[in-house]
Structure formats: structure tokens, C-alpha cells
């Protein structure tokens, strides 16, 4: 019969020959003894699925020793598991082997052997083949299997109470789609080898006796053989599976096995932070353990938190040189502005794809929020932050509102672990509703008025800055901290205070200032388009129904000062104003007359040689990517970039166009 394989020198522990049991051109063979060659030893020819009757000859030696599948096909047949290796990988010196070869390198062996073979006129041929092997992570050298006497668990018993804990929903994944994973793992296990062959751990606590045969197990080190009480007794030298040991460490860590107040108070936990890489290796072990010891899974949530990859989607690695140092990063933009990123990017289901500028930007984010709460410190007179404030201005009613909304979306995904979305609701409220909106129109009653008045902003724009500095201080602990007691006292602690409170969400006023707000920005966009300089103040002629001026009116000084008018007229819904830029909004058109602000001509000069330019760009950067040899040979982010460049000038060129076409009407 002929064979083939990629380890000639294994044929020293063959214990058969296998052929798939409908194999036509070997049936008659089933059963009958084979001679191997040089060790004069005979072995069976034995049926078995396991083999491809399409692959090679048909015929596959199995060294039941020394491969895994083989392993499992010697187990079935009963077949000697014969070791030809010692832990060196040389051949050992068993009675089954030939004495040429003992000691001989795996590779000499195998040298050795094929040369032997051809001497014997048995080497049917020797030809090229590409396989896949195991490699140590360190020296890279081939991984021989290699059997062993190891410590094992029955594992059975432990799995099924774990699996069901998960079935029932006493311990669930998030994101939910993960517990696919825990389940392919746990319902194909297989006993568990607990022993390792390390430097460092917990040691096997069995002793082996010199005297007989017994083992002695103990949790205690035992003084003498359990079997004879021999007192020549030795500790295994191998020791615990890393994982066992971490296994027990949601509650060995509390007292157990005794019944302390730590056990009573922590144990079960809430929630387990991991990666999905280890949800078998550690996170199905500690369910296990938990389930065996404590009869309580140690954990109600596991949070599988995403990969953080490179800008470019590639796993880090240090042989890439493409490792984010975290160390590095909070050095140059602090802690807060790397955790805020990274809970910003935390799309469940989703890799992060972490880019340094994502850090930078959120630095600005903290530069910010320190800025902001200096100028509220500095306008906060003898004011203090009132949970209980009930304003009567529109503006302050409103950001009590908008507080209320964020604080409740910022909970809801906190407790569903969407980090994300909680980030995102914060940035915009901090950022945008808060700094850009409510402080600016806080101005204006903090510079212009009195009394009552003023001190009311006074206390709301303390309240809702501690309201703010609540909610962000999850992700952000050490800039709100800071914050937090200078807006209270130095004995008071955020960390250890109490979470927001609830304020009335106050529809009417939200409308109102929403409003404002639209038309201050249209207003804005249009003093953009038309070049007019920040610094200077316009004339505005809004145009409206007289139930929405009545609601208007009241909110006048705010909308010219934060529209930056020099006067406001308000006029019929139907009234038409001639040379002048229109916003038309929702029940509102607002009219600014742009002349004598800015000359027409000139503004529309300057624009049309902006939009050829930009014409120009576009067309260059369209030749680039119609060209096949640029975008399939040009490294991807190169042409990521030409791709991003084109769609930003794209949107630059419409803006300008539009531009235009305003400017012409108003010739």
C-alpha cells in the first residue's frame, strides 16, 4: 500500500494504515496486517470516514501520538498511542524504535528515514507540497503535537449550567449577537487541559509518591502519601491554566469561600468590560466557576467592547509600527480627551478606527468646556446652582428644557451601553446648545441687566453647568472633577455625589427659542455668503403674521444681538423688500438689504473667479480618478484623499454658486 506524508520521521509510531470504509480498491485489504517498513513491526488496515478516498492514494497513516485528527481516529479503533518524540523533539529511545535513529533531530530523522527508505527500494517518490503548519509565537519553530499525561476537568458538567444561565438570560451579552459565539464555543466543548508547563502560577496541588503509585490530591500540602503515608512525596511541577486561576477571580477575590460581607454586597456583579476574543477563554470559564462554586453566574451584562484598529482599518501591531501608545496620547492631549474618543467611536458591533486628529479635535472639546466654565465663574456673582430654580425667562426655561432632554437620552444609553450615543448627546449639548446658543444669549442679561433678572440666568447657568459636569463625568472624570469643586468647594467630590436631577421639559419655550435660533442662523449663513464681516452690524426687515410677532417681540433683544443687528423692523407676512437677501423660513421671511454693507459688483467679481478656480480643481481632480492606472495602482489612502478632496470642492462650488446667483439678483 502506498502512503504519502510531510513527516517521514512519524512512521517511526504509526499504529495503522486507514481507508475509507466504501473504498472499492481496498476492502478486501480491511482488516489485515501490513508490514512497517524499518521498525519490523506489522500494523492494521482499518476503516474509517475520516478519510478522503479522493485524496492522494486513498491510504493515510495515522500516528495517533502525533496528530491531532490521528488522535482522534486511534482513540475509535483502540490503536497504541506510541510518543517517538522526547520534549526536544529528538527520538526518544522507546523499545518500538529503531536504534539508528534514537536521538537524532526531527529534521535529521526525517533525512535519515526517507534516505533509508529509498536504500530499501520502498520510497515510491518524493515531490513539492504546500501545507499549513503550527508556529510557536516567539520562535516561529514548528509546533510538533505531542502527547502527554496533563490534568484535565470533565467539563460537561460545568458547561450546561453556564450554557442555561445565558439560555434563560441571568447573564446576557451586549451586543446580543455575541452570545452566537458563547454558544458555538460551549455547545462543541471539550474537556478542559488545566495543566501548563510555565514558570509562573499556581502549582498542580498533587503529589506524586515514590513509593507506590498513588497520587495525592489536597487543597493543603499534605506531609506525607496519601496511599501509604510514605513521606517521600513530590508536587507536581506544572501549574494552573491561566485561565482556571482567572476563572475564580470574581469571587475568590471577595472571601470565598468564606460568607464575608464583600460576598454578601458585590457578589453578583453588574457588568464585565471585555474583548471578544476571550468570551470562551475567560469569560465562559468565570460563568462556569461561578455556576460550580456559588451557584450564582458573577456577572448580569457582559459589554464586548469593539477592536480599536488604525486610521486605516488595520489591526495594530508593533511589526507595523502602526500602535496607538496611550501613554503617548494622554501626554499630549490628557486623559479625558482619549477616553471621551473612544466612547465617542464606540459604535456597538464596530471596530474603532482610531485617528489622532479624532484625539486632537476632542482636546479642543475639553479646551472648550474648561473656557466655558472659567467665563461662568467669572459672571456667577454670589449666585449658587439651585435644582429647584423655576425661571420665568424664555431662554433659561428653554436650556432647563434642553438639559432635561440630553440628560434622559444620556442615561437611557448608558444603561444600554451605547457609549456612543451618550458621547455624541453630550458633545452637542456642551458644545453647541449650551456654549454657542445659552451663554451668548446669557450675555445679554448678564451685561444689561438687574435684580432679579440677572441673578435668575446667574443660577440657571450655574445649575445646568453642574448638571452637565454630572452627566459627562463617566467619561470624562478628571476635567468635570476639577470643574465640580471649584463650582461647589474642595471637600465636595463629584465621584461620590449623586446623579442629576429631572427639570420640566418646557415645550413652549423650547418652540419659541428654536425659532430664534433658525433665524439667527439664517441670517448668519447669509452674512457668510455675502462676505460681510463678523464685527458688523446690518439692518433686518422681518416679515411675519401678527400672532407670530406677538410670540417674536418679546424675544427681540436677543435675535439682534445674537444676529448682530443695527435695527430691526417687523412688517406684514406679505410685504416684499427690494434689494435685499431673503431668508425665507417656516411663517417667517426675513429681509436684510445688503447695500451700502457690501459692493455688489466687487463681492460678485470675487466669487466668480473663486467658482472658476474651484471649476478647475474639480475638473483636474475628475481626470484623476477616471484614469484605471492611478486608482488601482496609487496606494488606497492616496486615493482616498483625491476622492475626499473632489467631494469637498464639489460642495464649495455649490456653495458659491449660490452665492452668485443672490448677488445677481440684487444688481
Given at each position: 500500500?502506498?502512503?504519502?506524508?510531510?513527516?517521514?520521521?512519524?512512521?517511526?509510531?504509526?499504529?495503522?494504515?486507514?481507508?475509507?470504509?466504501?473504498?472499492?480498491?481496498?476492502?478486501?485489504?480491511?482488516?489485515?496486517?501490513?508490514?512497517?517498513?524499518?521498525?519490523?513491526?506489522?500494523?492494521?488496515?482499518?476503516?474509517?470516514?475520516?478519510?478522503?478516498?479522493?485524496?492522494?492514494?486513498?491510504?493515510?497513516?495515522?500516528?495517533?501520538?502525533?496528530?491531532?485528527?490521528?488522535?482522534?481516529?486511534?482513540?475509535?479503533?483502540?490503536?497504541?498511542?506510541?510518543?517517538?518524540?522526547?520534549?526536544?523533539?529528538?527520538?526518544?529511545?522507546?523499545?518500538?524504535?529503531?536504534?539508528?535513529?534514537?536521538?537524532?533531530?526531527?529534521?535529521?530523522?526525517?533525512?535519515?528515514?526517507?534516505?533509508?527508505?529509498?536504500?530499501?527500494?520502498?520510497?515510491?517518490?518524493?515531490?513539492?507540497?504546500?501545507?499549513?503548519?503550527?508556529?510557536?509565537?516567539?520562535?516561529?519553530?514548528?509546533?510538533?503535537?505531542?502527547?502527554?499525561?496533563?490534568?484535565?476537568?470533565?467539563?460537561?458538567?460545568?458547561?450546561?449550567?453556564?450554557?442555561?444561565?445565558?439560555?434563560?438570560?441571568?447573564?446576557?451579552?451586549?451586543?446580543?449577537?455575541?452570545?452566537?459565539?458563547?454558544?458555538?464555543?460551549?455547545?462543541?466543548?471539550?474537556?478542559?487541559?488545566?495543566?501548563?508547563?510555565?514558570?509562573?502560577?499556581?502549582?498542580?496541588?498533587?503529589?506524586?509518591?515514590?513509593?507506590?503509585?498513588?497520587?495525592?490530591?489536597?487543597?493543603?500540602?499534605?506531609?506525607?502519601?496519601?496511599?501509604?503515608?510514605?513521606?517521600?512525596?513530590?508536587?507536581?511541577?506544572?501549574?494552573?491554566?491561566?485561565?482556571?486561576?482567572?476563572g475564580l477571580w470574581p469571587f475568590t477575590t471577595l472571601g470565598w469561600p468564606e460568607k464575608t460581607e464583600d460576598m454578601d454586597k458585590f457578589y453578583?456583579?453588574?457588568?464585565?468590560?471585555?474583548?471578544?476574543?476571550?468570551?470562551?477563554?475567560?469569560?465562559?470559564?468565570?460563568?462556569?466557576?461561578?455556576?460550580?462554586?456559588?451557584?450564582?453566574?458573577?456577572?448580569?451584562?457582559?459589554?464586548?467592547?469593539?477592536?480599536?484598529?488604525?486610521?486605516?482599518?488595520?489591526?495594530?501591531?508593533?511589526?507595523?509600527?502602526?500602535?496607538?501608545?496611550?501613554?503617548?496620547?494622554?501626554?499630549?492631549?490628557?486623559?479625558?480627551?482619549?477616553?471621551?474618543?473612544?466612547?465617542?467611536?464606540?459604535?456597538?458591533?464596530?471596530?474603532?478606527?482610531?485617528?489622532?486628529?479624532?484625539?486632537?479635535?476632542?482636546?479642543?472639546?475639553?479646551?472648550?468646556?474648561?473656557?466655558?466654565?472659567?467665563?461662568?465663574?467669572?459672571?456667577?456673582?454670589?449666585?449658587?446652582?439651585?435644582?429647584?430654580?423655576?425661571?420665568?425667562?424664555?431662554?433659561?426655561?428653554?436650556?432647563?428644557?434642553?438639559?432635561?432632554?440630553?440628560?434622559?437620552?444620556?442615561?437611557?444609553?448608558?444603561?444600554?451601553?451605547?457609549?456612543?450615543?451618550?458621547?455624541?448627546?453630550?458633545?452637542?449639548?456642551?458644545?453647541?446648545?449650551?456654549?454657542?446658543?445659552?451663554?451668548?444669549?446669557?450675555?445679554?442679561?448678564?451685561?444689561?441687566?438687574?435684580?432679579?433678572?440677572?441673578?435668575?440666568?446667574?443660577?440657571?447657568?450655574?445649575?445646568?453647568?453642574?448638571?452637565?459636569?454630572?452627566?459627562?463625568?463617566?467619561?470624562?472624570?478628571?476635567?468635570?472633577?476639577?470643574?465640580?469643586?471649584?463650582?461647589?468647594?474642595?471637600?465636595?467630590?463629584?465621584?461620590?455625589?449623586?446623579?442629576?436631577?429631572?427639570?420640566?421639559?418646557?415645550?413652549?419655550?423650547?418652540?419659541?427659542?428654536?425659532?430664534?435660533?433658525?433665524?439667527?442662523?439664517?441670517?448668519?449663513?447669509?452674512?457668510?455668503?455675502?462676505?460681510?464681516?463678523?464685527?458688523?452690524?446690518?439692518?433686518?426687515?422681518?416679515?411675519?403674521?401678527?400672532?407670530?410677532?406677538?410670540?417674536?417681540?418679546?424675544?427681540?433683544?436677543?435675535?439682534?444681538?445674537?444676529?448682530?443687528?443695527?435695527?430691526?423692523?417687523?412688517?406684514?407676512?406679505?410685504?416684499?423688500?427690494?434689494?435685499?437677501?431673503?431668508?425665507?423660513?417656516?411663517?417667517?421671511?426675513?429681509?436684510?438689504?445688503?447695500?451700502?454693507?457690501?459692493?455688489?459688483?466687487?463681492?460678485?467679481?470675487?466669487?466668480?473667479?473663486?467658482?472658476?478656480?474651484?471649476?478647475?480643481?474639480?475638473?483636474?481632480?475628475?481626470?484623476?480618478?477616471?484614469?484605471?492606472?492611478?486608482?488601482?495602482?496609487?496606494?488606497?489612502?492616496?486615493?482616498?484623499?483625491?476622492?475626499?478632496?473632489?467631494?469637498?470642492?464639489?460642495?464649495?462650488?455649490?456653495?458659491?454658486?449660490?452665492?452668485?446667483?443672490?448677488?445677481?439678483?440684487?444688481?
Amino acid at each position: 500500500m502506498v502512503i504519502a506524508t510531510t513527516r517521514p520521521e512519524t512512521l517511526l509510531g504509526d499504529g495503522a494504515v486507514a481507508v475509507h470504509p466504501d473504498d472499492e480498491r481496498f476492502k478486501d485489504l480491511i482488516g489485515k496486517e501490513l508490514v512497517l517498513p524499518l521498525c519490523g513491526r506489522t500494523i492494521p488496515v482499518i476503516a474509517d470516514a475520516y478519510v478522503d478516498p479522493e485524496f492522494g492514494t486513498g491510504c493515510v497513516k495515522i500516528t495517533p501520538a502525533h496528530d491531532f485528527n490521528d488522535y482522534e481516529v486511534g482513540k475509535r479503533h483502540d490503536l497504541p498511542m506510541l510518543n517517538i518524540f522526547t520534549h526536544t523533539a529528538h527520538i526518544n529511545d522507546e523499545d518500538f524504535i529503531p536504534k539508528q535513529y534514537v536521538g537524532l533531530d526531527r529534521y535529521e530523522a526525517r533525512e535519515r528515514i526517507v534516505a533509508d527508505l529509498d536504500a530499501e527500494g520502498l520510497l515510491y517518490k518524493v515531490e513539492p507540497h504546500t501545507h499549513q503548519i503550527g508556529r510557536g509565537d516567539r520562535s516561529h519553530a514548528a509546533i510538533e503535537p505531542y502527547l502527554t499525561d496533563q490534568w484535565y476537568v470533565a467539563i460537561q458538567d460545568l458547561a450546561d449550567p453556564a450554557i442555561q444561565a445565558v439560555e434563560d438570560g441571568e447573564t446576557c451579552f451586549v451586543p446580543k449577537h455575541w452570545e452566537k459565539t458563547y454558544f458555538e464555543w460551549m455547545r462543541n466543548i471539550q474537556d478542559w487541559c488545566i495543566s501548563r508547563q510555565l514558570w509562573w502560577g499556581h502549582r498542580i496541588p498533587a503529589w506524586y509518591c515514590d513509593d507506590c503509585d498513588h497520587i495525592t490530591v489536597d487543597k493543603n500540602t499534605p506531609s506525607c502519601c496519601g496511599g501509604c503515608g510514605s513521606s517521600h512525596i513530590k508536587q507536581d511541577e506544572d501549574v494552573l491554566d491561566t485561565w482556571f486561576s482567572s476563572g475564580l477571580w470574581p469571587f475568590t477575590t471577595l472571601g470565598w469561600p468564606e460568607k464575608t460581607e464583600d460576598m454578601d454586597k458585590f457578589y453578583s456583579t453588574n457588568v464585565l468590560v471585555t474583548g471578544f476574543d476571550i468570551i470562551f477563554f475567560w469569560v465562559a470559564r468565570m460563568i462556569m466557576m461561578g455556576k460550580k462554586f456559588t451557584g450564582k453566574v458573577p456577572f448580569k451584562d457582559v459589554y464586548i467592547h469593539a477592536l480599536i484598529r488604525d486610521k486605516d482599518g488595520q489591526k495594530m501591531s508593533k511589526s507595523k509600527g502602526n500602535v496607538v501608545d496611550p501613554l503617548e496620547m494622554i501626554e499630549a492631549y490628557g486623559a479625558d480627551a482619549l477616553r471621551f474618543t473612544l466612547a465617542h467611536m464606540a459604535t456597538p458591533g464596530r471596530d474603532v478606527k482610531l485617528d489622532i486628529t479624532r484625539i486632537e479635535s476632542n482636546r479642543n472639546f475639553m479646551n472648550k468646556i474648561w473656557n466655558a466654565a472659567r467665563f461662568v465663574f467669572m459672571n456667577r456673582g454670589d449666585a449658587k446652582p439651585d435644582a429647584l430654580v423655576q425661571p420665568k425667562n424664555d431662554v433659561n426655561r428653554w436650556i432647563l428644557s434642553e438639559f432635561n432632554q440630553t440628560a434622559n437620552i444620556v442615561e437611557k444609553a448608558l444603561k444600554d451601553y451605547r457609549f456612543n450615543e451618550a458621547a455624541t448627546a453630550l458633545y452637542a449639548f456642551i458644545w453647541g446648545t449650551y456654549c454657542d446658543w445659552y451663554v451668548e444669549a446669557a450675555k445679554i442679561s448678564l451685561y444689561k441687566d438687574e435684580g432679579e433678572a440677572k441673578e435668575e440666568t446667574q443660577v440657571v447657568m450655574l445649575t445646568v453647568l453642574d448638571g452637565w459636569l454630572r452627566l459627562l463625568h463617566p467619561i470624562c472624570p478628571f476635567i468635570t472633577e476639577t470643574l465640580f469643586q471649584e463650582l461647589h468647594s474642595k471637600d465636595d467630590l463629584l465621584v461620590s455625589d449623586h446623579w442629576v436631577v429631572s427639570y420640566v421639559d418646557d415645550a413652549a419655550a423650547t418652540a419659541r427659542m428654536q425659532r430664534v435660533m433658525d433665524m439667527v442662523s439664517a441670517i448668519r449663513s447669509i452674512r457668510g455668503e455675502m462676505n460681510v464681516a463678523p464685527s458688523k452690524k446690518i439692518d433686518a426687515v422681518i416679515a411675519v403674521s401678527d400672532d407670530i410677532r406677538v410670540e417674536l417681540e418679546p424675544q427681540q433683544r436677543i435675535l439682534m444681538s445674537l444676529a448682530k443687528l443695527e435695527t430691526l423692523q417687523w412688517a406684514n407676512a406679505d410685504m416684499e423688500v427690494e434689494n435685499a437677501a431673503v431668508a425665507p423660513l417656516e411663517a417667517v421671511k426675513i429681509f436684510l438689504p445688503l447695500a451700502g454693507l457690501v459692493n455688489v459688483e466687487e463681492e460678485l467679481s470675487r466669487v466668480e473667479k473663486n467658482i472658476s478656480k474651484l471649476q478647475a480643481d474639480v475638473e483636474t481632480l475628475k481626470k484623476r480618478l477616471s484614469n484605471e492606472k492611478f486608482v488601482h495602482s496609487a496606494p488606497e489612502q492616496v486615493v482616498n484623499k483625491v476622492r475626499a478632496d473632489l467631494l469637498g470642492n464639489e460642495s464649495k462650488l455649490a456653495e458659491l454658486l449660490l452665492s452668485q446667483d443672490k448677488l445677481k439678483g440684487l444688481i
